[in-house]
C-alpha cells in the first residue's frame, strides 16, 4: 500500500499550503483572531502518522470536524492525546514547531503537552480495546479531520468550530477541505466513512455526493457531551461500535 501512503502525503501537502493562506486571510477579514495550522508546524509527526497508519489496508474512515487545543492543535494527528501518540501510535522524538502568531493560553508544546486530550483518549482507547495494537487498528480505521485548521477567538483562546463561523474564507477552505476528503476516500478506496458527530457527517454526505460510499455517524466524544459521558461513557463506546468495522 506504498502509493495510498505517498498519495496521502501529496493530497495532506496540498491541503496544508492551501489552509495556511486561508488561515492568513481568516485572521485578516476578521473571521478569527488567530487560526493555528498544525498541519504546518507539525508536518513531520504528521507525515509520520501517514507513514504508520495509511498503507495498511483501511477501508473505513472516521472523520473528525477540526484540531482541538489539547489534541491534534498540538501534535499533528487527529485525536492525538499525548500518551496515545507515545505508547500506542509510537511516534515520539519528533520536533514540533511553533505557529507563525502564538496565543498566550494557547503554547504549542509538541509532544510533551502535559494535558491528556479526552476525546483522544476515548477514541484511540476505543479502538485499542476493539483492534489491538497500531497495526491491527490502521488494518481496519483511517483517522482524518476534515478541516486542519485550529480556529481561536478572544482572550482565553476559545477553540471556535468551523461550523460556527462564515464568509467568503470559510466557504473557500470548505471547498479544499472538501477535497482532500474525497482524495483520502480515492487513495485508500475507502467504502465507508463514518462522521465522529453530525458536523462530520453532515460534510462527508457534501463532499462525497454521488460517490456511493457508506456515510454514517457516532456521538462525538468530547467531555462536554452529556451523551458522550452518559453511564460512564458506556453508552458512546456502544454508539461508536455499532458502526466500526
Given at each position: 500500500?506504498?502509493?495510498?501512503?505517498?498519495?496521502?502525503?501529496?493530497?495532506?501537502?496540498?491541503?496544508?499550503?492551501?489552509?495556511?493562506?486561508?488561515?492568513?486571510?481568516?485572521?485578516?477579514?476578521?473571521?478569527?483572531?488567530?487560526?493555528?495550522?498544525?498541519?504546518?508546524?507539525?508536518?513531520?509527526?504528521?507525515?509520520?502518522?501517514?507513514?504508520?497508519?495509511?498503507?495498511?489496508?483501511?477501508?473505513?474512515?472516521?472523520?473528525?470536524?477540526?484540531?482541538?487545543?489539547?489534541?491534534?492543535?498540538?501534535?499533528?494527528?487527529?485525536?492525538?492525546?499525548?500518551?496515545?501518540?507515545?505508547?500506542?501510535?509510537?511516534?515520539?522524538g519528533i520536533a514540533v514547531a511553533k505557529p507563525e502568531v502564538s496565543h498566550p493560553k494557547r503554547p504549542v508544546h509538541?509532544?510533551?503537552?502535559?494535558?491528556?486530550?479526552?476525546?483522544?483518549?476515548?477514541?484511540?482507547?476505543?479502538?485499542?480495546?476493539?483492534?489491538?495494537?497500531?497495526?491491527?487498528?490502521?488494518?481496519?480505521?483511517?483517522?482524518?479531520?476534515?478541516?486542519?485548521?485550529?480556529i481561536l477567538n478572544g482572550d482565553r483562546g476559545t477553540n471556535v468550530t468551523p461550523n460556527n463561523i462564515s464568509g467568503?474564507?470559510?466557504?473557500?477552505?470548505?471547498?479544499?477541505?472538501?477535497?482532500?476528503?474525497?482524495?483520502?476516500?480515492?487513495?485508500?478506496?475507502?467504502?465507508?466513512?463514518?462522521?465522529?458527530?453530525?458536523?462530520?457527517?453532515?460534510?462527508?454526505?457534501?463532499?462525497?455526493?454521488?460517490?456511493?460510499?457508506?456515510?454514517?455517524?457516532?456521538?462525538?466524544?468530547?467531555?462536554?457531551?452529556?451523551?458522550?459521558?452518559?453511564?460512564?461513557?458506556?453508552?458512546?463506546?456502544?454508539?461508536?461500535?455499532?458502526?466500526?468495522?
Amino acid at each position: 500500500m506504498a502509493d495510498a501512503v505517498s498519495e496521502l502525503i501529496s493530497a495532506a501537502s496540498r491541503l496544508r499550503d492551501g489552509s495556511q493562506s486561508i488561515a492568513r486571510r481568516m485572521m485578516s477579514e476578521g473571521v478569527a483572531d488567530l487560526v493555528y495550522n498544525p498541519l504546518n508546524y507539525a508536518w513531520a509527526v504528521h507525515e509520520e502518522f501517514i507513514r504508520r497508519t495509511g498503507g495498511n489496508g483501511a477501508k473505513c474512515i472516521l472523520l473528525g470536524m477540526n484540531p482541538g487545543p489539547h489534541g491534534m492543535g498540538q501534535m499533528g494527528i487527529p485525536f492525538a492525546a499525548t500518551s496515545v501518540v507515545r505508547d500506542l501510535i509510537g511516534i515520539s522524538g519528533i520536533a514540533v514547531a511553533k505557529p507563525e502568531v502564538s496565543h498566550p493560553k494557547r503554547p504549542v508544546h509538541g509532544l510533551e503537552h502535559p494535558k491528556e486530550e479526552v476525546s483522544g483518549t476515548r477514541l484511540w482507547g476505543a479502538l485499542e480495546q476493539r483492534y489491538g495494537d497500531i497495526d491491527k487498528i490502521s488494518q481496519e480505521v483511517y483517522i482524518v479531520n476534515h478541516c486542519p485548521l485550529m480556529i481561536l477567538n478572544g482572550d482565553r483562546g476559545t477553540n471556535v468550530t468551523p461550523n460556527n463561523i462564515s464568509g467568503k474564507a470559510v466557504d473557500d477552505l470548505m471547498d479544499i477541505c472538501d477535497q482532500h476528503l474525497r482524495e483520502v476516500v480515492d487513495a485508500l478506496g475507502a467504502r465507508k466513512v463514518v462522521g465522529i458527530g453530525k458536523y462530520a457527517e453532515k460534510r462527508a454526505n457534501s463532499a462525497l455526493h454521488g460517490y456511493g460510499l457508506s456515510i454514517e455517524t457516532c456521538w462525538h466524544p468530547s467531555p462536554a457531551s452529556p451523551l458522550a459521558n452518559r453511564n460512564g461513557g458506556a453508552d458512546w463506546r456502544a454508539n461508536i461500535s455499532r458502526v466500526l468495522p
